[in-house]
């Protein structure tokens, strides 16, 4: 046996034992899209889907799209170095005013956003100084910054939200520039950033600058969803916003936006986007009928959200349910134990409700949880079949007592 086929067989032992098990969770295929779906022809309504605003599946949204596909296809063969075209400039033009920037570049994920980002402003002279719960996105843009031969930049955290040990950490560092890089909503907590704190301690140090990824607050933050420098109003304090289209945007793409400057430095740089195909233009039109809906429909939209996630926080509440740091929409349902939150999925998908556990390497051991995001999308009575199940579930598998589980039989 070769080594790497023993590597994948010893990365591979709990995953082979949860599927044995038959309580292995994940890549369960959908038959149709959106909130709604069926799972092997049975309808599921979907709890851990980022589709916040619930327009991934409008039909104005999917008639954009095909008339998109008519005239450009679903690739454009290249990078957007030789693929740009019309309507991503347009598009950016549009993000750019509304998020209130000077500029906007469209990468293909919010992944290679946020990589192509710290690559292309992180050099020896840097620190990049993170949130010890920082996305894998900013991990890696981070660690590959770190790994540049002769010219990696160094590496430091602070702890969760603590403008105390970001101040720590901006004064113990070795370079003399520091890039703060902060999430506007973490997504497995489902807390806010403490931005407004965290900035104070930045704004202290003439040379930290703050970037801050709102992949889960652009739609949900903010009178008009634009995101946390809306609801703060610091838009002048934040130089740098990250965000994707895979959330409210209805489909898969990044976003930079800040000064012109930046924003050219990076569109000249980013390996991310100079070496990854443009965005297919059926998501670009997606996308940009998301935008003219949030424009027309002024704070509706999100106020529709708040509404939901504000009854479903009660209702979990009153039962009893531990939900963690969650301040937002995005509500972990705390199991604290790997078996309790793979036997409560399980059973809720078989009734019809999916919400994917978070377990351990996710997550550290002791704070598993089931992925409950609430979306503007989902109907009341889809967050009552959910509140019924937990409940249920919640009493049957001790996570509302809190005792602990029977070891299985083996
Ligand atoms: C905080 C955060 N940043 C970035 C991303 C990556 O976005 P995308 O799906 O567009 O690659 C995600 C998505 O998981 C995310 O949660």
Redesign the pocket.
């Known amino acids: 046996m070769s080594w790497v086929t023993e590597k994948a067989k010893k990365g591979l032992e709990r995953i082979r034992e949860a599927q044995d098990k038959q309580v292995y969770p994940y890549f369960k295929p959908f038959e149709s899209g959106g909130l709604h779906t069926t799972i092997d022809g049975k309808p599921i309504v979907n709890f851990s889907s980022?589709d916040y605003l619930g327009l991934t599946t409008h039909p104005k949204v999917k008639e954009a799209s095909i008339e998109a596909v008519k005239k450009f296809s679903c690739g454009l063969s290249s990078s957007r170095v030789q693929a740009t075209t019309t309507a991503h400039v347009e598009l950016e033009e549009r993000l750019a005013d509304w998020f209130g920037y000077e500029a906007c570049l469209i990468f293909t994920?919010?992944?290679?956003?946020?990589v192509g980002t710290i690559m292309s402003l992180a050099d020896k002279d840097t620190t990049l100084v993170l949130d010890n719960l920082a996305?894998?996105?900013?991990l890696d843009g981070t660690f590959l910054a770190a790994g540049v031969p002769r010219s990696g930049s160094e590496i430091r955290f602070f702890n969760h939200n603590s403008a105390r040990s970001l101040r720590r950490a901006l004064s113990k560092r070795e370079r003399k520039n520091a890039l703060v890089a902060i999430?506007g909503?973490?997504?497995l907590d489902g807390d806010e950033a403490n931005i407004l704190e965290l900035l104070d301690a930045a704004e202290e140090d003439p040379n930290a600058v703050m970037l801050v990824?709102d992949?889960?607050g652009t739609g949900t933050l903010g009178m008009h969803g634009k995101g946390i420098h809306e609801k703060y109003d610091i838009a002048s304090r934040v130089p740098i916003l990250?965000s994707?289209?895979?959330?409210t945007f209805g489909g898969?793409?990044?976003l930079l936006l800040g000064s012109k400057d930046v924003v050219e430095h990076v569109k000249h740089q980013a390996r991310s986007f100079l070496f990854s195909a443009s965005l297919p233009v059926p998501v670009v039109a997606a996308a940009a009928t998301i935008l003219d809906m949030l424009e027309e429909s002024g704070p509706q939209l999100v106020a529709e959200l708040h509404e939901k996630a504000a009854y479903m926080r009660k209702s979990l509440t009153e039962i009893g349910f531990d939900l963690g740091k969650s301040d937002t929409h995005i509500m972990p349902v705390m199991c604290r134990e790997e078996r309790k939150a793979l036997f409560t999925h399980v059973a809720m998908l078989e009734s019809g409700v999916m919400m994917v556990p978070i377990t351990y390497p996710g997550v550290q051991k002791g704070e598993e949880r089931l992925r409950l995001n609430v979306t503007r999308g989902h109907t009341r009575e889809d967050m009552d079949q959910a509140l019924d199940l937990l409940k249920i579930y919640g009493e049957a598998f001790f996570i509302l007592s809190g005792e602990e589980l029977a070891p299985m039989e083996s």
Do not use: P
């Open positions: 980022n994920t919010g992944y290679q956003a946020m996305h894998a996105c900013i999430e909503i973490y997504s990824d992949a889960h990250v994707t289209f895979s959330k898969i793409g990044g």
